[in-house]
């Protein structure tokens, strides 16, 4: 979901950022923690409730700008079977995801034993089940299973969306990358405008599109103009209708291209130490399982708060670092040990 063929220490550093934040934000939403936490420090909780969620801005930006360097690097199609790419992306982002469910699931049981609170799942039925195993939740109003997870659902959407458009334009770099130009103009100054489309592609394609164009523009000869060209996209839809959330994709696209066109100039360049250079690269390749597995965390971390009924000042918030140190720990295991081992596996030839 959030990893590149070939790393970069800019991006790595983006995912990191932005996948703590919205762990942040979950920790600062959910349960009696969270309350805790809202007395103690409300203005650091309001902000984390009003702005981190941005994040996944970040991640939609860079994952259009992948999408854009594996299937049309050049502006070219790079594929020729449209249902076998979209059937190996499937692959590759549910069996992790079921996993982590199987882990949400068992935490929520254990929740539901120790403490009441409205924001713990409930026992999943077979339809329920079934909804998520096809990435279809949203779209069919299902109750998700956890937080967050409709990201995945949402990134696959959008991928098939791009792989669809790209494969419509055929090789003809011109037509390929219109037919992208016009969906992401769409989105930006009227799908994005509907409050109750955030379950599909089109809301949120304005920002992947961003994001592939960063792409292309930094492989461009004329990379100036086409970052020129996208800053003034961007400007036209907050013209239209100023978004926060907006202008932090445009932001992320335009910076995200201008470092690629610097390293296809120059090449890349390494400015921090190793060993930090080291623990960003491993802390951004299992960003992905963060976002899928920090909610078991939250729901845990709840269940220690009400069992400890600690009451001296900065207990909430010693409790919260302790869950937020916990949430990259068991990504790191379960990138490890689950998520790798699977992503070797080819079901869709």
């Given at each position: 979901?959030?990893?590149?063929?070939?790393?970069?220490?800019?991006?790595?550093?983006?995912?990191?950022?932005?996948?703590?934040?919205?762990?942040?934000?979950?920790?600062t939403?959910?349960?009696?923690?969270?309350?805790?936490?809202?007395?103690?420090?409300?203005?650091?909780?309001?902000?984390?409730?009003?702005?981190?969620?941005m994040?996944?801005?970040?991640?939609?930006?860079?994952?259009?700008?992948?999408?854009?360097?594996?299937?049309?690097?050049?502006?070219?199609?790079?594929?020729?079977?449209?249902?076998?790419?979209v059937?190996?992306r499937?692959?590759?982002?549910v069996?992790?995801?079921?996993?982590?469910?199987?882990?949400?699931?068992?935490?929520?049981?254990?929740?539901?034993?120790?403490?009441?609170?409205?924001?713990?799942?409930?026992a999943?039925?077979?339809?329920?089940?079934?909804?998520?195993?096809?990435?279809v939740?949203?779209?069919l109003?299902?109750?998700?299973?956890?937080?967050?997870?409709?990201?995945v659902?949402?990134?696959?959407?959008?991928?098939?969306?791009?792989?669809?458009?790209?494969?419509?334009?055929?090789?003809?770099?011109?037509?390929?990358?219109?037919?992208?130009?016009?969906?992401?103009?769409?989105?930006?100054?009227?799908?994005?405008?509907?409050?109750?489309?955030?379950?599909?592609?089109?809301?949120?394609?304005?920002?992947?599109?961003?994001?592939?164009?960063?792409w292309?523009?930094?492989h461009?000869?004329?990379?100036?103009l086409?970052?020129?060209?996208?800053?003034?996209?961007?400007?036209?839809?907050?013209?239209?209708?100023?978004?926060?959330?907006?202008?932090?994709?445009?932001?992320?696209?335009?910076?995200?291209?201008?470092?690629r066109?610097?390293?296809?100039?120059?090449?890349?360049?390494?400015?921090?130490?190793?060993s930090?250079?080291?623990a960003?690269?491993?802390?951004?390749?299992?960003?992905?399982?963060?976002?899928?597995?920090?909610?078991?965390?939250?729901?845990?971390?709840?269940?220690?708060?009400?069992h400890?009924?600690?009451?001296?000042?900065?207990?909430?918030?010693?409790?919260?670092?302790?869950?937020?140190?916990?949430?990259?720990?068991?990504?790191?295991?379960?990138?490890?040990?689950?998520?790798?081992?699977?992503?070797?596996?080819?079901?869709?030839?």
């Amino acid at each position: 979901l959030f990893r590149s063929p070939r790393r970069h220490l800019h991006i790595d550093a983006a995912k990191v950022l932005a996948s703590h934040l919205i762990v942040l934000h979950h920790l600062t939403v959910y349960g009696p923690l969270a309350y805790a936490l809202d007395l103690a420090a409300p203005r650091l909780t309001d902000f984390f409730f009003e702005y981190a969620r941005m994040a996944v801005q970040v991640f939609l930006v860079i994952g259009g700008y992948f999408s854009a360097s594996s299937l049309a690097p050049h502006g070219h199609l790079q594929f020729s079977h449209l249902i076998r790419r979209v059937g190996r992306r499937y692959v590759r982002l549910v069996l992790p995801f079921s996993v982590a469910l199987l882990l949400v699931i068992a935490g929520s049981a254990v929740a539901r034993g120790a403490l009441q609170s409205e924001f713990i799942p409930a026992a999943p039925g077979l339809w329920q089940l079934l909804a998520h195993a096809g990435l279809v939740q949203g779209v069919l109003g299902v109750e998700p299973l956890s937080i967050g997870i409709w990201y995945v659902a949402i990134d696959f959407q959008l991928y098939v969306l791009m792989a669809f458009l790209l494969w419509l334009g055929g090789r003809q770099a011109q037509w390929l990358v219109a037919l992208v130009a016009l969906v992401a103009l769409a989105s930006l100054l009227v799908f994005n405008l509907q409050a109750d489309g955030d379950n599909w592609a089109p809301y949120f394609f304005g920002a992947y599109g961003m994001g592939a164009f960063a792409w292309w523009a930094g492989h461009s000869r004329q990379a100036g103009l086409r970052l020129a060209a996208l800053a003034g996209v961007g400007i036209l839809a907050l013209l239209w209708d100023f978004r926060l959330r907006i202008l932090l994709a445009l932001v992320v696209a335009l910076w995200l291209g201008f470092a690629r066109w610097r390293i296809a100039r120059d090449g890349a360049a390494h400015t921090l130490p190793v060993s930090l250079s080291r623990a960003v690269r491993v802390l951004g390749r299992c960003s992905y399982a963060l976002f899928l597995t920090h909610f078991c965390v939250i729901l845990l971390a709840n269940v220690a708060w009400a069992h400890l009924q600690w009451t001296f000042w900065g207990s909430a918030g010693l409790v919260a670092l302790l869950a937020w140190s916990a949430c990259p720990a068991l990504a790191l295991a379960f990138e490890r040990f689950v998520e790798r081992p699977l992503s070797g596996l080819r079901l869709v030839n």
